[in-house]
């Protein structure tokens, strides 16, 4: 498989800090799932990293602290500020810096926000950031990854009783599995992320359809139109 991207060309960073790679990984993840309101506020940007749902683990941040790690990550060149909009937004660089292809972004993203996963769980999971074709697919971008100087993610020891080994990413620094959260099986895990996954984006969709219809309500009574009746003459 070949990479669009030079290693040669990628800069060396440091290592992020947790709050920082979260950030990242939001960044990524909404662009694909409300691109409407991609790049990101700082309060929608907040609200990601505090998600509750598709989130290992559960952060409480507040603005002050994700704006140190805004600042942190624009001196990497990994974020981006906005200048056309009077409310300052955000976009993420990860590509460019990193020198990966979006398939590889998306599985280092799904890896930030969720931790530690199987090729498989893995799938399944950044099925909204990109659809990969087989687990084998995934597994190639994941060797790639692991193959790179210095490598972006390691397969970590299978722990017992489990039949597959996890992944992790190396954003933050070398992980031993002594340090990865408990995991309790693919079988297990996978149907109830996928679950939560879907309950937030519902409620995100009834959330804008609510906007939607409060806005036209408003125009409609500025405008002196009556919604009632032209929805019973349509």
Not at 133 to 143: G, M, P, Q, R, T
Request: hydrophobic residues 40%; proline residues 5%.
């Amino acid at each position: 498989m070949n990479s669009s991207a030079d290693s040669s060309s990628r800069h060396a960073i440091r290592h992020l800090t947790q709050l920082e790679a979260r950030v990242a990984g939001v960044l990524f993840e909404k662009q694909y799932t409300v691109p409407d309101t991609y790049p990101l506020s700082l309060n929608a940007l907040v609200s990601g990293c505090n998600q509750k749902t598709a989130r290992v683990p559960v952060m409480n941040v507040s603005e002050a602290e994700v704006l140190t790690a805004i600042d942190g990550l624009k001196r990497l060149s990994l974020v981006l500020e906005g200048s056309s909009s009077r409310v300052p937004r955000f976009e993420h660089n990860i590509n460019r810096v990193l020198g990966i292809q979006s398939q590889s972004a998306a599985l280092l993203a799904t890896l930030v926000l969720r931790g530690p996963q199987t090729a498989a769980e893995l799938r399944l999971n950044s099925a909204r950031l990109h659809n990969f074709a087989d687990i084998s697919s995934v597994e190639a971008f994941l060797d790639e990854l692991a193959n790179r100087e210095p490598p972006l993610t390691v397969k970590l020891p299978r722990a017992p009783g489990e039949r597959e080994s996890r992944w992790m990413h190396l954003l933050c620094g070398e992980v031993s599995a002594s340090e990865a959260p408990e995991h309790g099986g693919s079988e297990e895990t996978i149907s109830p992320a996928a679950i939560e996954a879907l309950r937030a984006e519902q409620k995100e969709l009834i959330e804008k359809v609510n906007r939607l219809q409060a806005f036209v309500e408003r125009m409609a009574t500025e405008l002196g139109i009556n919604i009632d009746d032209l929805m019973r003459r349509s």
